[in-house]
Nanobody, 115 residues
Framework: QVQLVESGGGLVQAGGSLRLSCAAS????????MRWYRQAPGKQRDLVAA???????NYADSVKGRFTISRGNAKNTVYLQMNSLKPEATAVYYC?????????WGKGTLVTVSS
């Protein structure tokens, strides 16, 4: 059983920052890529950022230069540093991890950016 638990969401004013965390626990043998997705009300879930096991990263164009994804030393934790937040970033943010070719999801953490 693998669990992903996100934390760090909340209410922030436009221009502010938040740092999201996601910790994986359970029967973890090897975690490959870890990703952050977000889903705004009434919209599809979109990829925000991804980090491979080797450390390479990629970002959605809308967040490049403002968001940074990173992994903890133990490699079972992933972070998303979000700076210069805009109201359109309001969404539930989900953590996703590839473990032995299976994708796992957390339950999400709500980020609300007020204008």
């Amino acid at each position: 059983q693998v669990q992903l638990v996100e934390s760090g969401g909340g209410l922030v004013q436009a221009g502010g920052s938040l740092r999201l965390s996601c910790a994986a626990s359970g029967s973890i043998f090897s975690i490959n890529a870890m990703r952050w997705y977000r889903q705004a009300p009434g919209k599809q879930r979109d990829l925000v950022a991804a980090i491979a096991s080797g450390g390479s990263t990629n970002y959605a164009d809308s967040v490049k230069g403002r968001f940074t994804i990173s992994r903890g030393n133990a490699k079972n934790t992933v972070y998303l540093q979000m700076n210069s937040l805009k109201p359109e970033a309001t969404a539930v943010y989900y953590c996703n991890a590839d473990i032995l070719a299976i994708g796992y999801w957390g339950k999400g953490t709500l980020v609300t950016v007020s204008s």
